[in-house]
């Protein structure tokens, strides 16, 4: 975190399918361009490290062990950097296969978050594949594995989520930020369909907006096979209702979006909404129900207290935008709508005024 702010990057690589080795090669390499641009949290996929379209494949050793192996190469490839990056890859605990979100950082595997939620309906069937993490705990790779961990990035809590969690009512996101996540990402393989992406950009912004967060989002793109779905590579950053920065969709070729998220602003408004801290209290954030473990992130040694205070080159300057006139919006149309809203509100004001008052005239 530097000054506040957080930054983050969206991420949506080219995908080998059921090709571990060729797709760890093609995360670690963005590694370097993140690291050079300073960023301190990034985010991959829904099962980036094999693809998500694999189907009964999921089910062969063979793939779930090269999985593994791509899984400690991409943790190995961060050692010595700041950067913690989260992947989807599928992981065996037990009898029970889960599709999960692997942090990593420091060159070493830090969590691993499963899947919650498993849609079932038109066209997906993930229940044939996938277990359910809910309620599960335990360890996996030698790191703590189960739904109820945060990862703390400088200072910064982070929670993970898997697409679908995000659909829900109430999404592991709600109960994440209870519990202190600042920023959630959520690693995401979902297909496109006519008017989804409207409403997905919705959602996320109305989920950051609820918690009070920042919320970054990668999806599946080019790659992924399209015997059921088409995946459009989706690249979203929100942060508290507005989306900051959104990605190209249809495009053949890996690619990123960098943002800032201002936390210090975040822990402002948490503070000041009451009802965050009320909300917290009646959920049980704080007992049994909501006790969250919390994993942190290695800092390189040759880190200072700022994490990108030795990299403030060009690149590291603030790469948000900063709107001028905030209130004051873009389009005619919403700018005559605002200025109606503004006079309604003061003669409904005045109105009320001179009826309390039983004034009969102005004059």
């Not at 000054?3 to 949506?12: C, E, M």
């Not at 709107?323 to 004051?328: A, K, L």
């Amino acid at each position: 975190m530097n000054n506040g702010f957080f930054r983050v990057a969206a991420v949506v690589p080219r995908v080998t399918l059921a090709d571990p080795v060729a797709n760890a090669k093609d995360i670690t390499e963005v590694f370097a361009r993140l690291e050079s641009a300073g960023v301190d949290l990034a985010v991959f996929p829904e099962l980036s490290v094999t693809g998500y379209s694999c189907g009964d494949l999921f089910h062969s050793s063979l793939l779930l062990d090269a999985a593994g192996k791509a899984l400690s190469e991409i943790a190995a490839a961060t050692a010595g950097k700041h950067l913690t990056a989260i992947v989807g890859c599928p992981v065996r605990v037990g009898s029970g296969l889960y599709n999960c979100g692997v942090a990593v950082a420091g060159g070493k595997i830090l969590a691993v978050v499963p899947k919650t939620y498993l849609p079932n309906y038109n066209e997906f069937y993930e229940k044939r594949l996938w277990a359910s993490g809910a309620g599960v705990t335990g360890s996996a790779f030698g790191a703590p594995f189960g739904t109820r961990i945060l990862i703390d990035v400088a200072g910064v809590k982070v929670g993970i989520e898997v697409c679908e969690d995000l659909w829900t009512t109430v999404p592991p996101s709600s109960h994440a930020s209870l519990a202190g996540a600042q920023v959630i990402a959520n690693l995401s393989a979902s297909d496109d369909i006519i008017g989804k992406y409207a409403y997905l950009r919705s959602l996320i912004a109305q989920q950051s907006a609820r918690c009070i967060c920042g919320y970054v989002y990668a999806s599946a793109g080019f790659g992924e096979s399209s015997t059921d779905l088409v995946f459009d590579g989706k690249a979203i950053v929100a942060e508290n209702g507005s989306i900051l920065k959104a990605g190209e969709r249809w495009e053949g070729t890996p690619r990123h979006v960098v943002c800032d998220i201002d936390i210090e602003a975040l822990n402002r408004d948490r503070m000041h909404i009451g009802s965050f801290d009320d909300c917290s209290k009646i959920e049980g954030a704080g007992d049994e129900r909501g006790m969250y473990r919390v994993v942190c992130a290695p800092v390189p040694a040759s880190s200072t207290e700022s994490p990108c205070a030795d990299r403030c080159t060009d690149e590291a300057s603030l790469l948000r935008s900063v709107n001028p006139r905030p209130f004051v919006p873009v389009d005619d149309k919403d700018i005559d709508a605002r200025c109606e809203e503004i006079v309604n509100i003061q003669v409904a004001g005045l109105a009320r005024r001179l009826e309390a008052t039983g004034c009969r005239t102005l004059v």
